[in-house]
């Protein structure tokens, strides 16, 4: 029986044994442990849109979802900035462990940011290995805008152009939007 089949937590297994014609019958049992190691990160974003800039903010949450302990648990989470690298001593069933941090943003667009969370536990003859990995997207938004102003006189190279009071000046305004987002 394995945890493969579905089956975890403590299992029962009896085994009977009979002999009709002499009436015999035997039976032992035997309790044993199915380990079903597991474990689950999430990670949240404070804010979906930062400026560029700022700092994103992120809280990560990792959870040994199975029952047997986990030891050696680490969240490594890599950014432009560098990885960075947390270790959890142990955790046990159920047990979680919640880590709050920021990164300043430095390029625009969408920053997808993933984390790993490994762990290991020992399965009564050798150490294994799980893992979780998830990713949390933020946009960096980058708002730029460039203007430009001219007298409209039929030759637009003239920046400079004299006038009289009485007339009116016609200009022209050019305005663009150069960055990410919609202003």
Avoid: M
Wanted: charged share 20%; aromatic share 8%.
């Amino acid at each position: 029986v394995t945890a493969q089949d579905g089956i975890a937590g403590k299992v029962d297994n009896t085994i009977v044994a009979t002999q009709p014609e002499y009436g015999l019958s035997k039976s032992d049992s035997v309790r044993v442990d199915i380990l079903a190691p597991s474990i689950s990160v999430t990670k949240v974003a404070t804010q979906e849109t930062v400026k560029k800039g700022d700092k994103a903010y992120y809280t990560v949450t990792v959870k040994n979802t199975g029952n047997t302990n986990l030891y050696n648990v680490s969240l490594n989470d890599t950014f432009d900035e560098g990885d960075r690298y947390i270790l959890v001593s142990k955790l046990t069933p159920d047990q979680t462990a919640t880590y709050t941090y920021h990164v300043h943003t430095s390029k625009a667009g969408t920053l997808d940011n993933t984390v790993v969370a490994s762990a290991r536990y020992w399965d009564s003859c050798d150490w294994q290995s799980v893992s979780a990995t998830t990713t949390e997207s933020v946009f960096v938004a980058d708002p730029k805008v460039s203007i430009s102003k001219r007298a409209v006189t039929g030759n637009s190279d003239l920046r400079t152009v004299n006038y009289t009071p009485d007339l009116s000046i016609p200009y022209e305004i050019d305005v663009t939007n150069n960055g990410n987002v919609a202003l």
